[in-house]
């Protein structure tokens, strides 16, 4: 029972330095305005996420990475992925420990998310598989420089798994154009390659073309996430800034002074000058009784002239 | 009626509205020995200042106000917030109501502003008609019928500001505090546009940043807008405010 109890305040003590530190330093970077985020990221919500994966996230032997990985990795795994906007509950990212370092590591849905927020890339990608069979043409648009699918004529019949001959991604712009990312068998052989499974795992066995598409769509956007500027965030903070400054309620009501000294109340319901009058002669009493009176009396004589 | 600027900018801000017989102070952000200068030391006419919030480039030298015997104005917020003793009982007044100091009748309206119940002034006197003072607020909610002389913030530029973040020397944090507490030129002249100024004969460009505003080009572009007199309230500004005698 003890050492349970021990184990759940050794927990908690990790949470407090590591998630909550994380936060605490994120809203005071962004307080001084040393950091921007984008207007739609919720750092707190990422941050709770993040924890609840890391809980369940564990090394290579198998233990905790809570447990294994030195706070400082995990800290700068957390700010890592708030920096960049993302959410692990939307497998936007995963977090791998190496050796006793935690890392943060971009993941599909991330990449994608991230081509749209900063890559000028309006909707996810579309990918196509073309297999053997299939009548598909392309060539080089000479206008936009970029390569066009002329032809690409589908056979539910040629679906299979051996014979992909490739992959394409459609990338629609925000300027209208398409950007079209080809590969052919085997150039996403050897980008499986890179990977830790070399593409033998049972998704890229079993799940072919949804891992051809994965590889495609995932070259498509990166190049649009790193040849991006953080215009995006900074215009999205402008259109913010725009809507402070012209609020619909400027210039509405009408404050008349003439009017209200003829019709007294006058239609505006802020005016009511009957009730003015008795509330002025207080405030003249209260004026008499300040102890430097010259400039008072004078006041209130005046005051009676008025009237 | 004159009006005498002794100071308008986030340094300190007071103005001084002179006839013949009676004198209003607004604002007490400037040493009251400057406003003694500018009366020629002759503070017997003087009947009030109004103070518009609680900054202290507005209020700052309210003590020295009292002590020579001028009574205050400013809304409750602005009370509560300066935890001054002397001001413990003060005039207070509520917006949209007129009332008198000496031969001024003046109504108080509410500006947006990051100070608690902030005020701007629509000031009434028979020598210069009506007046509508306006500072520290980033847009106005309300407009005003028959008026004579407008002074009226035009702290900064967009453009300018926006540039000086671009290259790094105004802060993005900074610019944003600006952006919803002060009134650029650009939204000074859409408050200008959506009043009627066929009875305007004056407006005063107030409190411009001392970096990010340029008072020329302000002033031109007011002018070509309205085409009625337009001057930027300078420290030592002299502007004549009679509706006779021109």
Known sequence: MTQEKSQLQQIKKVQEETVNAVLIRVNEFQNNGQLTLPKDYSPENALKAAWFTLLETQTRDKKPVIEACTKGSITNALFEMILQGLNPMKKQCAFIAYGNQLQMQREYHGTIALAKRFGGVIKTPIAHIIYKGDEFKYALNKDTDEIEIIEHKMKLENINHDNILGCYAIVNLEDGTKHIELMNMAQIQKAWEQGPMKGQSPAHKNFKDQMCKKTVISRACKLFISSSDDGSIIDLNKENTQKALVPPNANEKTIDIEAEDVTGAGTDEDVKEPENIPEQKEQVKEEKEMPSSATGDQFSANFNNQQ | ?246
Not at chain 2, 36 to 56: E, Q, R, T, W
Not at chain 2, 62 to 68: D, P, T
Not at chain 2, 213 to 221: L, Q
Not at chain 2, 237 to 244: R, S, V
Request: net charge neutral.
């Open chain 2, 1 to 246: 009626m004159l009006l005498k600027v002794i100071g308008s900018e986030s340094l300190g801000n007071s103005y001084i509205l002179q006839s013949e017989e009676d004198v209003l102070i607004i604002e007490c952000g400037i040493k009251f020995i400057e406003v003694k200068k500018a009366l020629d030391f002759d503070i017997s006419k003087v009947v009030g200042c109004l103070v518009s919030h609680v900054h202290a480039d507005h209020i700052g030298y309210i003590e020295q106000y009292l002590e020579a015997g001028i009574p205050v104005y400013c809304s409750e917020g602005t009370r509560d917030a300066f935890k001054f003793k002397k001001l413990s009982r003060p005039i207070i007044r509520q917006a949209g109501k007129a009332f008198m100091v000496g031969n001024f009748k003046i109504v108080a309206f509410d500006v947006q502003h990051d100070a608690p119940q902030p005020f701007g002034f629509v000031i009434n006197h028979p020598d210069m008609g009506n007046l509508v003072f306006l500072t520290d607020s980033y847009y106005s909610k309300f407009k005003f019928a028959n008026i004579n002389h407008w002074m009226i913030e035009s702290n900064y530029s967009d453009e300018i500001i926006n540039s000086k973040v671009a290259s790094g020397s105004v802060h993005y944090a900074q610019a944003n505090r600006v952006s919803t507490s002060h009134m650029s030129i650009q939204t000074c002249q859409d408050m200008l546009r959506a009043n009627d100024l066929s009875k305007t004969k004056n407006i005063v460009l107030i409190h411009l940043s001392s970096s990010n505003s340029d008072s020329r080009k302000f002033k031109e572009e007011v002018i070509r807008l309205t085409g009625i007199n337009t001057v930027v309230a300078d420290k030592g500004t002299e502007l004549n405010l009679n509706l006779k005698g021109f």
